[in-house]
């Protein structure tokens, strides 16, 4: 039996209302309301967060590691996401954000903005290659990369096999502070400090390698008010700040674009204006564009569901970082590039979620009564049915997960015809 993928958002069913604002929003058509209650399909969840955004009633939300979880580890090491500065607007010096983590417990602190720079560099010298197809896409955002296995399968190519900012941090982490220290890199337990559900499910299950390097993914959400104590005493060392202002620049859409590839480059932030381009890229009417940066959060990283402070003023307070000094050099020395394994070690394939069944025969004669289905149905989108489309409540039928009874213009229209016909019938009987 195949095994099941683990999701860090989850569905709290004593909380769903049975409305259909996750239902309408799902890039991925994941969600059905079925019996006053949201059912979440996991082969189509992607872990985007959108669900959790839009419910009101916060019964959407994402499992992560508690901070108590270092306590597993002899050696600790935080990996704040660059995103993780634009949270604290009063802060005009990053190294109080590295220091405060280390005053809430942790042994050492390593920039994932440090790791964005050798990414950067890696997909600098990835683009050299002229047979590479294009454009290139970013593997940087989980959620964007699962997008694409599922809804757009043949763009799989394109993705760069280069591995997450986080995952290189990671590496790098442990190695130097196991040298540093003499310890044994296995009593290192690295975590990442995540803005997104999306990243938590990638290091539980990864895309393009066995095994996380990453031990853990902790919210900001969850250590928002205690860095922030900290972060009234927490003194500023500069010497703390390894990663370039580029790296830094990661956390805002368009950040890698302009750190990989600043011109005949696009960069496209939340998940339904990345579904419109990645369409534009299949239909192969972007010629010329050799890198695609996608980003399922509005705004980037800033934008992601398990961040405090508001999306705008986090991106502007990470733009007054990343623009400190100004420069083109990703400070990363021949010598890194080839001590880790930067590159994925397993290809990315497409996920064959959206199939109708596995046999191709019974698969057309599916989709020939889904249009038949789709045809009689009144085409207005509604949800109503607990489906987000007529055409996948036609799909939801013909896989018997439905019934044309479902759908409240249907019922309308049955009911409109059986009072009638009592009608008619109680005219009869009279005479």
Same mark, same amino acid.
């Given at each position: 039996m195949p095994q099941t993928r683990f999701h860090s958002v989850r569905l709290e069913k004593d909380k769903c209302r049975g409305c259909t604002n996750c239902l309408k929003r799902c890039p991925t058509e994941a969600i059905r309301v079925r019996g006053g209650r949201a059912h979440i399909i996991d082969e189509r969840c992607i872990d985007c967060g959108m669900c959790i955004k839009v419910c009101n009633y916060h019964a959407k939300v994402a499992v992560t590691d508690p901070l108590s979880s270092i306590s597993r580890y002899k050696y600790k090491i935080a990996l704040p996401a660059p995103s993780l500065y634009g949270q604290f607007g009063g802060v005009r010096n990053i190294s109080q954000i590295l220091n405060g983590l280390k005053q809430?417990?942790?042994?050492?602190?390593?920039?994932?903005?440090?790791?964005?720079?050798?990414?950067?560099?890696?997909?600098?010298?990835?683009?050299?290659?002229?047979?590479?197809?294009?454009?290139?896409?970013?593997?940087?955002?989980?959620?964007?990369?699962?997008?694409?296995?599922?809804?757009?399968?043949?763009?799989?190519?394109?993705?760069?096999?280069?591995?997450?900012?986080?995952?290189?941090?990671?590496?790098m982490a442990k190695r130097e502070f196991a040298r540093k220290n003499n310890v044994r890199e296995k009593d290192i337990g690295c975590f990442?400090?995540?803005?997104?559900? %999306?990243?938590?499910?990638?290091?539980?299950?990864?895309?393009?390698?066995?095994?996380?390097?990453?031990?853990?993914?902790?919210?900001?959400?969850?250590?928002?008010?205690?860095?922030?104590?900290?972060?009234?005493?927490?003194?500023?060392?500069p010497s703390l700040e390894t990663a370039t202002d580029l790296g830094v620049g990661w956390a805002r859409n368009g950040g890698e674009s302009y750190a990989v590839c600043p011109e005949n480059s696009m960069s496209v932030d939340g998940?339904?204006?990345?579904?419109?381009?990645?369409?534009?890229?299949?239909?192969?009417?972007?010629?010329?564009?050799?890198?695609?940066?996608?980003?399922?959060?509005?705004?980037?990283?800033?934008?992601?569901?398990?961040?405090f402070e508001n999306s705008?003023?986090?991106?502007?307070?990470?733009?007054?970082? %990343?623009?400190?000094?100004?420069?083109?050099?990703?400070?990363?020395?021949s010598g890194t590039m080839t001590k880790y394994d930067l590159y994925n070690s397993e290809s990315i394939h497409p996920k064959k979620v959206m199939m109708l069944d596995e046999d191709m025969e019974k698969a057309v %004669?599916?989709?020939?009564?889904?249009?038949?289905?789709?045809?009689?149905?009144?085409?207005?989108?509604?949800?109503?049915?607990?489906?987000?489309?007529?055409?996948?409540?036609?799909?939801?039928?013909?896989?018997g997960n439905a019934t044309m009874m479902d759908c409240i213009h249907k019922m309308k229209e049955r009911i409109r015809i059986m009072a009638q016909q009592m009608v008619d019938l109680a005219e009869t009987t009279r005479e």
């Open positions: 809430m417990g942790f042994d050492d602190v390593f920039e994932v903005a440090r790791g964005a720079d050798v990414v950067s560099q890696a997909i600098r010298d990835r683009l050299k290659n002229p047979d590479l197809p294009r454009p290139v896409i970013s593997s940087a955002c989980p959620a964007f990369v699962r997008l694409i296995q599922v809804r757009f399968p043949s763009l799989v190519d394109n993705i760069v096999d280069v591995r997450q900012p986080m995952e290189v941090a990671a590496m990442f400090i995540t803005p997104c559900p %999306a990243k938590m499910t990638a290091i539980r299950h990864p895309i393009g390698h066995e095994k996380s390097a990453v031990d853990g993914a902790i919210s900001v959400l969850e250590i928002y008010g205690l860095l922030s104590s900290q972060l009234r005493k927490a003194p500023i060392d998940i339904m204006n990345c579904i419109h381009v990645l369409e534009e890229i299949e239909d192969d009417r972007l010629q010329g564009l050799e890198f695609f940066e996608g980003a399922a959060c509005t705004g980037g990283c800033v934008g992601g569901p398990l961040n705008y003023v986090a991106r502007a307070s990470i733009h007054r970082l %990343a623009t400190r000094n100004p420069s083109d050099d990703l400070n990363v020395d %004669a599916k989709m020939e009564k889904i249009d038949e289905v789709l045809a009689s149905l009144p085409g207005y989108d509604c949800g109503s049915c607990g489906s987000p489309t007529c055409r996948t409540f036609a799909e939801d039928i013909v896989q």
